[in-house]
């Protein structure tokens, strides 16, 4: 009897290529899901801190000192070459808060027609509050006294006698819908220069 063997040889396989680094490859399935969520991550993070930060920064950057325009009294409530004080009210902004209508300080108004003539009611000395002298008759004004230490001024402000070391701070008005409008500033006592903090 014969026996027969029969062997069947199977094509050896080829391995599967590796897959090689590309840096053209588009990330896909998983790593694209990730990818998109780290970006997306950080796009939302610059959008919503970086404002925040710019605001809370802001006031440091912000420019201090200035003048501002503040409308006082009408004009034809202003007696011919008669001062008159009046309250500069007005908003107070500091780095991070706000008070409205505040009480900013003062200053005397004289009229001379169309005319408005202000200057500060701050002592230059030392920072006494300065009162108008009222002429012998008492229709217009005589200049301007400081109780303090006796510093006085004429009517258009000029320093006459006393300590003060320059004449009273003339600031710039205007008239605007009939109501004196004035530029209030603020200026640095005891020095003869007129500086404004
Ligand atoms: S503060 Fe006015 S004279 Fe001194």
């Known amino acids: 009897m014969q026996v027969r063997f029969v062997m069947t040889i199977e094509p050896k396989a080829e391995p599967h290529p590796s897959p090689t680094p590309n840096s053209d490859a588009r990330p896909t399935g998983r790593r694209a899901l990730i990818l998109a969520t780290a970006v997306g991550g950080c796009a939302l993070g610059a ?49 991070w808060t706000l008070e409205r209508n505040v009480e900013l300080g003062s200053v005397w108004l004289v009229r001379s027609g169309d005319q408005v003539r202000a200057l500060s009611s701050v002592c230059p000395h030392l920072g006494c ?23 006085a001024f004429d009517p258009v402000g000029k ?38 903090t």
């Open 129 to 151: 509050s300065v009162n108008a002298v009222t002429s012998a008759d008492g229709k217009s004004g005589d200049g301007f006294a400081c109780p303090c230490h006796t510093s």
């Open 47 to 95: 959008a919503v801190v970086g404002p925040s930060i710019a605001l809370a920064l802001a006031p440091l950057h912000a420019k201090s000192g200035g003048g501002r325009w503040v409308r006082t009294v009408r004009l034809d409530q202003l007696r011919e070459n008669e001062p008159r004080r009046v309250a500069i009210v007005a908003d107070r902004k500091d780095a």
């Open 159 to 196: 320093r006459k006698s006393g300590p003060s070391p320059r004449d009273l701070d003339v600031l710039e008005t205007r008239v605007e819908d009939g109501h004196v409008v004035v530029d209030f500033r603020r200026f640095r006592i005891g020095i003869a220069e007129k500086v404004e």
